[in-house]
């Protein structure tokens, strides 16, 4: 699959790779190929975040990333299900962190681990936006995978990075207008395998 990234997305994999690092993370997360995207600058994806409005509201957006790690990855569908189900996440996370620390519940943290691997693996949840950039260029029938693959597998997915991009606005419906143009690829959703979680 690989073979049949662009140079763009290549980029925004190996800035994942890094950001992973610097975060001392023991695996390539999600959340580090959205960072690694929205590193980026002069390309298509970068394009189509910038017409968004997305590019000056890059704070908000690591902001809103951390909250959902601090309550271990669940996004506020899941906050929600479980407050329908008489479980009170924060009242959780408060005495979770009161006992053994803040950010005790993110998820892929070392946690003090002195291991230092040259190479991460990635996350299911970083192989699955893999996975879906794919089938979202085979459903465009591109002969290619570029970092707007990517964008457009984060909105089709589901989970918290397609959250907190649709909270500043960036859908699946707005980056396609933006890269192809009103009405465009509405019935393209990944070819029919649009997954939540």
């Known amino acids: 699959m690989f073979e049949r990234f662009t140079k763009d997305a290549r980029a925004v994999v190996e800035g994942a790779v890094l950001r992973s690092e610097r ?12 960072l690694a995207l929205l590193d980026r600058e ?3 994806g970068s394009f189509a975040l910038a017409s968004l409005g997305l590019a000056g509201r890059r704070e908000s ?3 809103d ?5 601090r309550r271990g990855g669940l996004s ?7 407050s329908g189900l008489g479980i009170d996440l924060s009242e959780i996370v408060s005495r979770v962190e009161e006992a053994h620390g803040q950010g005790a519940l993110e998820a892929g943290s070392r946690g003090g681990s002195a291991r230092r691997s040259k190479r991460r693996p990635f996350a299911q ?7 879906q950039a794919l089938r979202v260029a085979v459903a465009r029938r591109d002969r290619h995978i570029g970092d707007e693959h990517l964008l457009l597998a984060f909105t089709v997915r589901g989970g918290v990075a397609a959250e907190v991009l649709t909270d500043h606005g960036v859908t699946y419906e707005a980056v396609t207008r ?3 143009g009103a009405g465009a690829g509405d019935g393209e959703r990944g070819g029919g395998v649009a997954e939540a979680g």
């Open 23 to 34: 975060a001392g993370a023991d695996t390539v997360e999600a959340e580090h190929l959205l």
């Open 42 to 44: 002069g390309s298509r």
């Open 125 to 131: 949840g970083a192989k699955d936006v893999l996975t």
């Open 178 to 180: 933006v890269l192809y």
């Open 61 to 63: 957006v690591e902001r």
């Open 65 to 69: 990333l951390a909250e959902a790690r």
């Open 76 to 82: 506020r569908a899941d906050v929600d299900a479980l």
